[in-house]
Each structure stands twice: as structure tokens, then as C-alpha cells.
């Protein structure tokens, strides 16, 4: 398990990504629990080239998140009424499967279907969280007997 939060002092957008990239292959899972919500809670997986740690991370083209209004975004395209919107404890489950690179999320047990618009993602993908002060999540393995997780590696 790992907590992120904002930093206090900085009022824009800021990025966590894990360490290891996920692999080529494989379904990997991992659970966010929104400990504190902020203005903008952003959650999913990003690519390493040419991201922006200090900006939020749907608005990238190495971005593809998840935001507590329940829309997604990547490259700065926002689709709205994805999943209602979500706040303090909240927990999403992020679904990637990297064999038909593809990724869906659960909110609060009630899994989504896939967002069709993200099909053949990239194929070196990391875990990411994007969030601004007061933000602090709770990051934490899947728990089901096939999930492969890189949460200790954040």
C-alpha cells in the first residue's frame, strides 16, 4: 500500500506515476481509495515519453485518465458521463489489459465497460495519479488470485 498527496504549497495539478512500466503483456489491476478528494482527481496510465509531471496528465497525448466528474481524457479530449462522479471514499479499480490494450475502471463495485476511444494503447504503460492540494490517495493491490500488481513499486 502507498498514500500520495498534493503538495500543499502548489495549487496546479500535479503527477505520480509507478517506477516499473507494466508489460507487454498480462491483465494488471490496482485499487485507488480516494482518501481526500480534491478539485480534480485524475486516475489511470501514462506513457514516459514526453510526459509532464507538473501538469495534469489527461491533458497529454502519453496520458489516458479517469476524473472524479466521471469523464475521461486523453490528449486534452474529455468525454463526459463515463461513471457518475466520485469523491471521498471512493475506490477505483483500474482494469489494463495489455494483450488487447485495452483499460476499463470500477467505481465503487460497479465495473464500466471498456472506453472504446483508448483501444491499442501504448505498450510500455505506467500506473498514474494526477491531483492538487488537499488530494491524498490510498494506492493498493487488486485482490483477486490472478492480478498481477506493480503497486509496491509507485
Not at 97 to 102: F, S, W
Not at 126 to 137: E, H, K, Q, T
Amino acid at each position: 500500500m502507498r498514500i500520495i498527496a498534493a503538495s500543499d504549497f502548489n495549487s496546479t495539478q500535479q503527477c505520480v506515476r509507478a517506477k516499473v512500466a507494466l508489460g507487454d503483456k498480462g491483465i494488471f489491476e490496482w485499487d485507488i481509495i480516494i482518501e481526500k478528494a480534491c478539485g480534480a482527481s485524475w486516475i489511470g496510465v501514462c506513457a514516459s515519453e514526453n510526459f509532464n509531471y507538473e501538469t495534469w496528465a489527461g491533458g497529454q497525448t502519453t496520458g489516458w485518465v479517469l476524473g472524479s466528474d466521471g469523464s475521461y481524457s486523453h490528449a486534452g479530449v474529455r468525454n463526459s458521463s463515463y461513471c457518475p462522479p466520485f469523491g471521498d471514499g471512493a475506490r477505483i479499480t483500474v482494469h489494463l489489459d495489455m494483450d488487447r490494450r485495452t483499460c476499463t475502471f470500477t467505481v465503487n463495485g460497479i465495473r464500466y465497460p471498456e472506453v472504446y476511444q483508448w483501444r491499442n494503447l501504448s505498450s510500455k504503460l505506467y500506473p498514474v495519479a494526477s491531483l492538487r492540494s488537499p488530494g491524498r490517495f490510498r494506492i493498493q493491490p487488486y485482490h483477486k488470485n490472478y492480478c498481477k500488481c506493480v503497486v509496491h513499486n509507485w
